[in-house]
């Protein structure tokens, strides 16, 4: 059941502006850059988290409603609301 879920996410991965919020858990991926609607406090936040261009970040679970997720990044384990996971810009890890 879980390799229909990560086709699904193969697939919006391979479009141009792929976010954070469309990973499944184990997947891997790199920080591109925080989308610009994001300002202030809250993109100072994401960034002392460690979501900066080039972090390496892991999905380890999503919630049974799929809000809030956890991610791991450098050594740490995030818990980020969709709309927040959704403003991170990100590639995936080869």
């Known amino acids: 059941m879980l390799d229909i879920f990560k086709k699904k996410s193969k697939e919006i991965i391979s479009e141009s502006k792929a976010i954070l919020s469309d990973l499944v858990p ?3 991926a790199q920080v591109q850059r925080i989308s610009d609607d994001c300002q202030g406090i809250e993109r100072q936040r994401l960034m002392d988290l460690g ?3 080039g972090s390496a ?3 380890e679970v999503i919630s049974p409603f799929k809000d809030p997720a956890a991610y791991r990044i450098k050594g740490g384990l995030i818990a980020l609301r969709k709309i927040q996971a ?4 990100i590639s995936l890890a080869s």
Request: aromatic share 8%.
């Open 51 to 53: 979501f900066v261009p």
């Open 26 to 28: 184990g997947e891997r």
């Open 86 to 89: 959704s403003k991170i810009q």
């Open 57 to 59: 970040v892991e999905v």
